[in-house]
């Protein structure tokens, strides 16, 4: 495989793996279509060193108006991260916005791709599939019981990618990534809003109790398993695999290690719960270890100081641009 068709190509991890890829020798096509739901702006940020490499094509516009057959045209290997995300704007009057980005946008991308002749596609799920880990980590033959309408949408989208695969003869890959984080993480995710009210000498906005227990995953770990899965040889037509970092932490003490890595105690404002957050993730790894070769290298407490890192550097880029 030598070219790879990147979705979502300017997004947090999105942009991660094209760099990667390219790194790796790829050449690589990204779409993104930068939407609003964070800035367009800061996604550009995102690729900046990309849009410097001979090997990659950018092409912005949007899977449901674009003609995908002339996209995937060449293309050898889909990495499908274009989403959207979120599980609490997922509810109410959005969620249209949900099954038209998550489900609409990946059937009509499996429709070109099944025209095409395409070797593999890989998809980016997310652990709200699952809902709450309460009984300890769960396997990928787990049950599925969403929390939210976003990870419905999730599952929905799963659902019309094995049949896809059983019946139209995609190669597909599920990767269920548990909370990912790192430099250039959206905004409005957990990690984000904790260093940037810490760093504003404001109090850390905690929703329920801050004893929810999170699976954290590094984005560097995230990328490797994508590349492993764009590169191994599929064992089934379709086929699911956990991506977690093999740590986990309680909301309240991911606070404090953050307010530890920027050298500040943090002050806490409990907020009341909000719907669909569970209260446990925890992913079982044996099947991504045993068939992709994965392993999670970044410790939290390393992760959680190169995303402060990364903070303090994109403050002070955007001081010294005023």
């Known amino acids: 495989m030598s070219k790879v068709l990147v979705t979502g190509a300017a997004g947090f991890i999105g942009s991660h793996l094209v760099d990667r890829l390219l790194e790796a020798g790829y050449e690589v096509v990204g779409l993104d ?3 609003d739901y964070y800035s367009p702006e800061a996604k550009r940020r995102n690729l900046s060193r990309a849009l410097a490499r001979e090997r990659f094509t950018l092409i912005e516009g949007d ?6 057959d002339d996209v995937v045209a060449g293309v050898e290997g889909v990495a499908h991260l274009a989403g959207e995300p979120g599980v609490r704007s997922s509810w ?3 969620f249209p916005t949900y099954l038209e980005r998550n489900v609409q946008t990946t059937q009509r991308l499996l429709e070109a791709a099944s025209r095409g002749g395409l070797g593999r596609f890989v998809y980016a799920s997310s652990s709200s599939i699952y809902g709450s880990s309460d009984g300890g980590p769960v396997t990928e033959e787990g049950a599925l019981r969403p929390a939210s309408p976003y990870g419905m949408s999730k599952v929905a989208a799963e659902e019309v990618i ?3 695969a059983r019946e139209r003869g995609v190669p597909s890959t599920l990767l269920r990534y548990f909370t990912v984080y790192g430099p250039r993480q959206r905004p409005e995710m957990a990690l984000s809003r904790f260093i940037s009210a ?3 000498g404001e109090p850390v906005e905690i929703f329920g109790d801050g004893e929810q227990a999170r699976e954290m995953t590094y ?3 995230v990328v490797e398993a994508t590349v492993a899965a ?3 040889e599929p064992k089934e037509r379709v086929r699911a695999y956990n991506v977690g970092g093999g740590t986990r932490t309680t909301v309240g003490s991911l606070v404090n290690l953050v307010g530890g890595a920027i050298g500040e105690r943090p002050e806490a404002r409990y907020c009341p719960p909000v719907p669909g957050d569970v209260r446990s993730t925890w992913a079982d790894l044996e099947r991504s270890r045993l068939e992709l070769g994965y392993n999670p290298r970044v410790t939290l407490e390393e992760g959680v100081e190169e995303q402060v890192r990364w903070a303090l550097a994109e403050r ?3 001081a010294a641009a005023v």
């Open 33 to 35: 279509c930068f939407t």
């Open 63 to 68: 899977l449901l108006h674009l003609d995908l």
């Open 92 to 94: 109410g009057e959005r």
């Open 162 to 164: 094995g049949l896809y």
């Open 198 to 200: 810490i760093l504003s």
């Open 219 to 221: 984005v560097a770990d």
């Open 230 to 232: 764009l590169e191994a």
């Open 316 to 318: 002070r880029a955007l």
